[in-house]
């Protein structure tokens, strides 16, 4: 699988965000994650070993190095990514990492968004919560409004994660959020999956009422995933089920 194997990465062009430089809080040979995800291009967790997590002060001198060179370059951001090999908010100093990047980012690159793809499994964390109050796009996994598919794909490593924790959660931000979901299918352990099924879609819309996002992300598979007899959701699914999203009222982005 891939490994970000830098603390800064890119720019690369996302399809959802577009030209993103990324930040990577955990360490660059390893995967660290409170979720396991069947379908995380990074691959299954692994353990910490001898991994180096990177300091609030190597993540500021990096950053600031990168967008030096990246304005003398001519070469502007659209958006710092905290993304890279697992869940960015388990990083001790999330909040400072934060606020630097955003002191950053007004001295270089004033346009450029923050952005933190995160797992939502720490918003109860009161600095973490905060931190993700302040960047310009709080982004945050919601795959399954039904508790077993939620389970079945993502495989969270704390006992007191479900689905209604989540959405008690997420409604918190109120409505400071983008919401993001994978859609597929596929067969895990014998277990048939598959979040595209109309109850599915229902069930997840009407969380969506509940949480009232200020976006929605839907996208599938794009990377080679560590389980096989994943499917990927069509082009058509995704329009088909953003169609629904639109008719609920929210704004939503589709990435095929």
């Known amino acids: ?15 959802r965000l577009g030209l993103s430089l990324g930040v990577n809080l955990l360490p660059t040979d390893a995967k660290i994650c409170s979720f396991d995800c069947i379908y995380c291009e990074c691959g299954f967790n692994t353990t910490m070993q001898d991994s180096p997590i990177p300091s609030r002060e190597q993540v500021y001198l990096a950053l600031e190095a990168k967008l030096k060179e990246m304005v003398e370059e001519g070469q502007i951001p659209d958006v710092i990514t ?10 001790k100093d999330f909040e400072g990492i934060i606020d630097d990047t955003i002191a950053l980012r007004n001295k270089f690159c004033p346009t450029a968004k923050v952005s933190v793809l995160s797992n939502s499994t720490r918003i109860h964390k009161p600095h973490v919560f905060s ?35 989540f959405i008690e959660h997420l409604k918190k931000f109120e409505g400071r959020l983008i919401i993001q979901t994978m859609f597929l299918r596929g067969e895990i352990n014998g277990e048939r999956l598959d979040n595209t099924t109309d109850e599915e879609v229902e069930a997840w ?10 976006q929605v992300m839907i996208y599938s598979l794009d990377r080679e995933a560590p389980t096989q007899n994943l499917e990927k959701a069509t082009v058509e699914e995704l329009n088909l089920i953003a169609a629904k999203i639109r008719e609920r009222g929210f704004d939503v982005s589709v990435a095929g």
């Open 1 to 15: 699988m891939i490994l970000f194997d830098q603390l800064i990465f890119g720019p690369i062009h996302s399809r």
């Open 131 to 165: 931190a993700l109050n302040k960047v310009d796009n709080n982004i945050l996994k919601f795959d399954s409004a039904i508790e077993r598919t939620m389970q079945l794909m993502d495989r969270p490593t704390g006992k007191h994660i479900n689905v209604s924790w």
């Open 82 to 91: 905290f993304a890279g090999n697992g869940e960015p908010t388990l990083h």
């Open 205 to 214: 819309l009407n969380a969506l009422e509940e949480i009232r996002p200020q």
